[in-house]
């Protein structure tokens, strides 16, 4: 059973940049694609994004020119930076496994709060 | 963009019942849906993809159905442990919308 956890700051200053790194644990990054969803506070779910090892991206238009999402396969790690962050971006950043484009994300992290405010 | 919208948005029952929650898109589909449970503070579950296949190790009193515009997840002879908010993902285009959710509470 794989497992993901995320990791980066808790609290960044508006107009600020976003950083978050997932960390998988084990070898399977090249075969799955990776992704981040986000829950703003007593709100849904939002799509953020994914990537696929190959570095082939697929990102939420609603974010704009903002996201870059990475892979770095050889530290079993994906990463997530949302620059020019406003105190909308405050959320908890799920990262997530995507077996394939048409089955959903089925192993997931447990998520890191990250709260916009200066 | 294809929009979901997921009704209805609060749902209360009885342990035993069955209750069935929709998920409407704005245009027709293939199939590319998936069904998640998320519990307070937790991070979401996938139940179902392909908008019937059930994951494994998910009980098998929840399936789904659907086609086009429209599909269901329903639960058959609730437990206790299903009280949560459930959403359905809009699959293998982009982007990849999420339904506003269905929260689920157990009388």
């Known amino acids: 059973q794989v497992q993901l956890q995320e990791s980066g700051p808790a609290l960044v200053k508006p107009s600020e940049t976003l950083s978050l790194t997932c960390t998988v644990s084990?070898?399977?990054?090249?075969?799955?694609?990776w992704g981040w969803i986000r829950q703003a506070p007593g709100k849904g779910l939002e799509w953020i994004g994914y990537?696929?090892?190959?570095?082939?991206?697929n990102y939420n238009p609603s974010l704009g020119g903002r996201l870059t999402i990475s892979v770095a396969t050889s530290m079993q790690q994906f990463s997530l930076r949302l620059t020019s962050v406003t105190a909308a971006d405050t959320a908890v950043y799920y990262c997530?496994?995507?077996?394939?484009?048409?089955?959903?994300?089925?192993?997931w992290g447990q998520g890191a709060l990250v709260t916009v405010s200066s | 963009d294809i929009q979901l919208t997921q009704s209805p948005s609060f749902l209360s029952a009885s342990v035993g019942d069955r209750v069935t929650i929709t998920c409407r898109a704005s245009?027709?589909?293939?199939?590319?849906l998936a069904w998640y449970q998320q519990k307070p503070g937790r991070a979401p579950k996938l139940l179902i993809s392909?908008?019937?296949t059930l994951q494994s190790g998910v009980p098998s009193r929840f399936s789904g159905s659907g086609f086009g515009t429209e599909f269901t997840l329903t639960i058959s002879g609730l437990q206790p442990e299903d009280s949560a908010t459930y959403y359905c993902?809009?699959?293998?285009?982009?982007?990849?919308?999420f339904g506003g959710g269905t929260k689920l509470e157990i009388k």
């Open positions: 997530a496994r995507l077996v394939g484009p048409t089955t959903g994300f089925d192993s």
């Open positions: 084990d070898d399977s990054m090249k075969t799955y694609y």
């Open positions: 990537v696929y090892y190959s570095g082939s991206t």
């Open positions: 245009q027709a589909i293939r199939g590319f």
């Open positions: 392909a908008a019937s």
């Open positions: 993902q809009l699959l293998n285009t982009s982007p990849l919308p």
